[in-house]
């Protein structure tokens, strides 16, 4: 257990839907960031948040927003979902500064599949 | 824009031999890099790292070198052993705190 709980863990949902993926990062981390990794593709870097602020936006489309709570759980919201945004959903933590700053903490993914 | 690119999709190697996983990057304000293994179902875990002021970090049976002049790093793994097979990614970032730029991964597999 890496300390970073993603929920639902799977979720089958279909095209134009909308979907929110949950995020509690370990504990006393700052920065949440999210990542996507799709078939054949690397961990594609979508947002950080850090303390409640956005802090770092990478590919998200306009369709996925995300925010950090005041307790620095986070979401993801996906919308108007496509065949495309098939993938596995990572959300990582870190300190967000200091040492260890740049070693995030992953958890173990919400895995998307779009009918 | 792939800034960090792992050109090996895959790679197997014996028991007890070296495994050598490759790693470039085009980004030369990249100052550190990090290591990642991932095991199926599981989310990538930390494996080694190092700053661009080194080059060269070891830890037990990895190490992981830097060739700055080059955009390349490697990493190393001696002996290698059948646990280690899994999906290493290489990853790099420009300054603390900020956000992964993560290859494609290396898929190894260690045969006995």
């Known amino acids: 257990d890496s300390g970073v709980t993603q929920t639902p863990k799977h979720l089958i949902t279909a095209t134009g839907q909308r979907v929110t993926l949950r995020c509690s990062p370990r504990?006393?981390?700052?920065?949440v960031y999210w990542y996507q990794q799709s078939l054949d593709q690397g961990l594609q870097f979508l947002i950080q948040?850090?303390?409640?602020?956005?802090?770092a936006k990478g590919n998200i489309l306009e369709r996925f927003s995300a925010q950090q709570f005041p307790d620095l759980h986070s979401e993801l919201n996906l919308s108007s979902l496509e065949l495309g945004d098939s993938a596995l959903y990572f959300c990582?933590?870190?300190?967000?500064?200091?040492?260890?700053?740049?070693?995030?903490?992953f958890g173990a993914g919400s895995r998307l599949t779009v009918l | 824009d792939q800034q960090v690119k792992q050109n090996s999709p895959s790679l197997s190697v014996q028991e007890g031999r070296i495994s050598i996983l490759n790693c470039d990057y085009t980004?030369?304000?990249?100052?550190?890099f990090l290591w990642y293994k991932k095991y199926p179902a599981e989310g990538p875990t930390f494996l080694i790292s190092i700053s661009s002021i080194k080059d060269k970090n070891e830890d037990g049976r990895f190490t992981v070198f830097l060739n700055k002049s080059a955009k390349h790093l490697s990493l190393h793994i001696v002996p290698s052993q059948p646990g280690d097979s899994a999906v290493f990614f290489c990853?790099?970032?420009?300054?603390?705190?900020?956000?992964?730029?993560f290859g494609k991964g290396t898929s190894l597999l260690v045969t006995p």
């Open positions: 948040y850090y303390n409640g602020e956005e802090r």
């Open positions: 980004n030369s304000m990249f100052d550190y």
């Open positions: 504990s006393g981390d700052l920065s």
């Open positions: 990853a790099a970032c420009m300054d603390s705190g900020y956000a992964l730029n």
């Open positions: 990582a933590s870190s300190p967000g500064a200091g040492p260890g700053a740049n070693v995030l903490t």
